[in-house]
């Protein structure tokens, strides 16, 4: 889940919860506030049927009606001396309530038939009552009253009420998660723009950062410590990489003299020195040569990656193919590898004629090198307005699939014991992409195990020729 969805939720629940809590308080209210008119109704009620029985002139029966209207309210009236039942109104005559203690109320639940009256019954014919008694005292005599009325019309409107709230309280909660996503998308913007630009920042390009307005907020010390974090990596970064350029440069020497002394060696002494076969010292002069290349080969990669960019000059692709094929069919022959051209005469790019020569020798090398008796090289050059294409294809033992994505780390090397036969370090295509990197190319490498092996080159057209 992500922190976007957590913060809708979080701030949904917070708003439902607080809606819920005041809808259940309006509610509570709404629900009561009938009950305590209709108490008080009951109440005037009682009060005028108790002056109606005191003020008839004549000699009033129980079964008489007192006032008009008194056949919606369910009305018994005693003498709480006596106990004597003085009065009651039409529905009491006709509908048995349990009467309530004195001075107390309570709502009560009466089955009857539609047939014998119609107060609004539901479909099983039951009908609510709030039912009051009161006490109530008057020319010298105490009455107690039971009121009550029937109260489906108000169950319905309560009922209603509540399906509204609940209506209502459902919307506010969906209208409250689009209204908390879109702000929680505006809060995270932030965020969002530093992860973006953060993205951006990778080892060749760690002298970028990321933009810090003046605001003094979360997200902007987020930044500045970023930043103070890329500052640190880039100074280790480059420590680095000069600390892998300084000890190739040292390196560099004391091997040539090595090599040169195991030459002037086998060369004074042939045969056996001191009993120690020459084949020996061949194999020392092949192990220092391969050092050698070695260091070369860290040096190249140490210099390149400390670069930025690179001059930009015309350069005629197509010549520097020529020139390079030309060189490698003499190894290619000895094996019967044929070697197949397809690219114009001219192939005019933007770019550093020796950086481009070393990256499409690498290329070649590889091709022959990791090749099958008898196999072929195929090279195609094309042009468009936008690239400069150059595909180089050989036959060969390929590279496994789960491999594919590792040609281009350093020292990598698919077989080991085959590139150990060739002299191979695992930087020749490391030093291939950093070369078509500073010249704002792109390099794709393709294969199939056991069949064949594509490398794609793409250098951008039409660049300024003093870019840099």
């Given at each position: 889940?992500?922190?976007?969805?957590?913060?809708?939720?979080?701030?949904?629940?917070?708003?439902?919860?607080?809606?819920?809590?005041?809808?259940?308080?309006?509610?509570?209210?709404?629900?009561?506030?009938?009950?305590?008119?209709?108490?008080?109704?009951?109440?005037?009620?009682?009060?005028?049927?108790?002056?109606?029985?005191?003020?008839?002139?004549?000699?009033?029966?129980?079964?008489?009606?007192?006032?008009?209207?008194?056949?919606?309210?369910?009305?018994?009236?005693?003498?709480?001396?006596?106990?004597?039942?003085?009065?009651?109104?039409?529905?009491?005559?006709?509908?048995?309530?349990?009467?309530?203690?004195?001075?107390?109320?309570t709502t009560v639940s009466v089955t009857i038939p539609r047939e014998k009256i119609d107060l609004g019954q539901d479909r099983r014919n039951e009908v609510s009552f709030r039912v009051r008694s009161f006490r109530i005292?008057?020319?010298?005599?105490?009455?107690?009253?039971?009121?009550?009325?029937?109260?489906?019309?108000?169950?319905?409107?309560?009922?209603?009420?509540?399906?509204?709230?609940?209506?209502?309280?459902?919307?506010?909660?969906?209208?409250?998660?689009?209204?908390?996503y879109f702000v929680a998308g505006f809060i995270l913007k932030?965020?969002?723009?530093?992860?973006?630009?953060?993205?951006?920042?990778?080892?060749?390009?760690?002298?970028?950062r990321i933009p810090v307005s003046g605001d003094r907020d979360e997200f902007n010390a987020l930044a500045k410590t970023l930043n103070q974090v890329f500052d640190r990596l880039q100074h280790a970064f480059l420590r680095q990489k000069r600390l892998l350029a300084d000890a190739s440069h040292e390196l560099k020497t004391p091997l040539t003299l090595m090599r040169l002394s195991l030459d002037e060696i086998r060369s004074a002494h042939g045969g056996n020195l001191h009993g120690l076969p020459m084949e020996i010292l061949a194999r020392q002069t092949e192990q220092v040569l391969r050092m050698e290349r070695l260091v070369k080969n860290l040096l190249d990669l140490s210099s390149l990656e400390i670069e930025d960019s690179?001059?930009?000059d015309p350069v005629d692709v197509s010549t520097i193919l020529e020139s390079l094929i030309a060189d490698y069919r003499y190894l290619?022959?000895?094996?019967?590898?044929?070697?197949?051209?397809?690219?114009?005469?001219?192939?005019?790019?933007?770019?550093?004629?020796?950086?481009?020569?070393?990256?499409?020798?690498?290329?070649?090398d590889n091709a022959t090198k990791y090749n099958v008796d008898g196999g072929h090289i195929e090279i195609i050059g094309t042009q468009s307005r936008s690239y400069l294409t150059v595909v180089a294809t050989n036959t060969g033992p390929g590279v496994a699939e789960a491999e594919v994505s590792k040609v281009f780390d350093q020292f990598y090397r698919a077989e080991k014991s085959r590139s150990t036969r060739y002299g191979g370090s695992g930087l020749g295509l490391p030093i291939v992409k950093r070369i078509i990197e500073l010249h704002d190319g792109?390099?794709?490498?393709?294969?199939?195990?056991?069949?064949?092996?594509?490398?794609?080159?793409?250098?951008?057209?039409?660049?300024?020729?003093?870019?840099?």
């Open positions: 889940m992500t922190v976007r969805h957590k913060i809708s939720l979080l701030i949904t629940a917070a708003g439902f919860g607080a809606s819920l809590v005041f809808s259940c308080i309006i509610l509570w209210e709404m629900m009561e506030q009938p009950f305590r008119i209709i108490d008080s109704d009951l109440e005037i009620t009682a009060q005028r049927a108790v002056h109606m029985v005191l003020q008839s002139e004549k000699n009033q029966t129980p079964d008489a009606p007192l006032f008009i209207g008194d056949s919606r309210y369910w009305l018994k009236i005693y003498d709480q001396d006596t106990g004597h039942l003085i009065y009651q109104s039409h529905l009491a005559r006709q509908i048995e309530i349990p009467e309530p203690a004195p001075d107390s109320g005292s008057l020319d010298g005599s105490t009455f107690l009253i039971c009121a009550g009325r029937p109260m489906e019309k108000l169950e319905e409107e309560l009922w209603d009420t509540l399906t509204g709230v609940a209506s209502g309280l459902a919307f506010s909660v969906l209208l409250l998660m689009a209204v908390s932030p965020v969002k723009m530093i992860n973006d630009q953060a993205r951006d920042i990778t080892e060749n390009h760690l002298d970028r690179t001059t930009k290619a022959e000895p094996r019967n590898i044929q070697i197949h051209t397809h690219f114009p005469r001219q192939l005019i790019v933007t770019g550093n004629e020796e950086k481009l020569t070393r990256a499409f020798s690498n290329i070649l792109n390099i794709q490498f393709e294969s199939c195990l056991g069949d064949w092996t594509r490398v794609t080159i793409r250098l951008p057209q039409n660049r300024d020729k003093h870019q840099i």
